[in-house]
């Protein structure tokens, strides 16, 4: 990323909306809602499924802007991966019915490979080798699909593009922003399939919209990577001990 679209991007932050922290907390509460849906309700669309999609969006958004941000961006992957892993056997216990399951993977994957992505297109524009960050968006994208993780290749996609369309001009931010959640509703994980709920996604848009940039109320970080392994864990157990 070119120093005059960082500088553009870091001079954003604004009095009003919402800060990095509460729109955190409505990305964990709507993913709730969700996860909550698919253990007690089945994988079938319903209300609160798709007020479920409002979550993957913002956390794009903060992978990406975290890429931006972050002095220290494979220390960022590390964790990220870390938590993929620490993750694995909840996910697979509430939705995979067993410890472990290789067949579908949880969404920390995804985050990885497409903060992967940006990380590599970052290391290649200091080099002037921007014709190859497409490249490793593509590896990236096709890692994720490979490994068959939660939003798959589009996630990856979507992540990148919000990385891209950050450093643009408010109008153009929010055209982009919007068509990368509907990208979510193509699956390109080889299989080019439509998923039409996933159009609830573009309801995060305004609520990125409303973001001011800044940090909010000072919550731990670990507290919002330890919330998925967790959350998922107690939906299990309760399912586990009311059926």
Known sequence: MSGSMTAYYYHSERFGGLPHSTLKIIAILTMF???????????????LRGVGRIAFPIFAFFIAEGALRS?????????????ALISEVPFDLA????WFDMSYQNVFFTLFFGLFSIWCAQMFEK?????????????????????????????????????IFLCTPDY???????LACLLLCIDVDFRFALHP???WAVFAVPLLFLYNGNKGRDVNKYFYYGFYPGHLLLLWGIYTLTH
Do not use: W
């Open 71 to 83: 002095r220290n961006v494979p220390k960022y992957l590390l964790r990220l991966f870390l938590f």
């Open 33 to 47: 809602c969700d996860h909550y849906a698919c253990v007690f309700l089945g994988l079938e669309m319903n209300f």
């Open 127 to 163: 080099r002037n080798l921007q014709s190859l960050s497409l490249f490793t968006l593509l590896l990236s994208a096709a890692g994720a699909a490979a490994l068959n993780t939660d939003y798959g290749a589009m996630g990856v996609i979507v992540i990148y593009l919000f990385y």
């Open 95 to 98: 939705f995979n019915d067993g």
């Open 172 to 178: 153009a931010k929010n055209v982009g922003f919007t």
């Open 197 to 199: 709920g996933e159009i």
